[in-house]
């Protein structure tokens, strides 16, 4: 094993009440292990219309990105934050894992079924700065929202808005 996924082996099974077991864990049926959130990090779990985007923008900033993990399943995306006992994040969608929470997470260097590491971790410790995902998201929702004030629908659930025409057929536009 290389040096680097060694090192983000360790980093991310330091979270684990067992280290070992969740190593055999990763190398087990499901290839996944559940961690605590609230210890080393928490997780910012995103539906990917948003997060992917957001992504993209955190990942052309200068600063080395922390892990984002894709539920393919869910349609989600979680951004590994510092932890903040008093961290709370609103919006449609958005849901927050702190203290007394839990997340499954597959060995870095490897998917487990659903759950495939978009940056995984590199074993430094580096998680992205929450300000940043704040501004990311922020900026992805407004381009959404201006591409849905031309459409007519909501950016967030895509229904249609209450300034809409109906078009042909009696629907709105």
Known sequence: MRTVTKQAVEWLAAAATDPRDCKREWNGETGAAVLACGRYWDVLSVPEELAMPALDALLCIPQAPGPALADTAAR???FFLPPDPAGRWIGTGIRYAGKGSWIAVPAPHR?????????????????????????????????RTAQADTT?????????????RPRAGGRPG
């Open 76 to 78: 989600r995306v979680a």
């Open 111 to 143: 998917a487990a079924g659903r759950l495939r590491w978009l940056v995984p971790p590199d074993g430094t410790g580096a998680l992205f700065v929450p300000a940043a995902v704040e501004l990311a998201l922020q900026l992805t929702l407004g381009r």
């Open 152 to 164: 007519g629908r909501c950016p967030t659930c895509g229904a249609p808005t209450a300034g809409s």
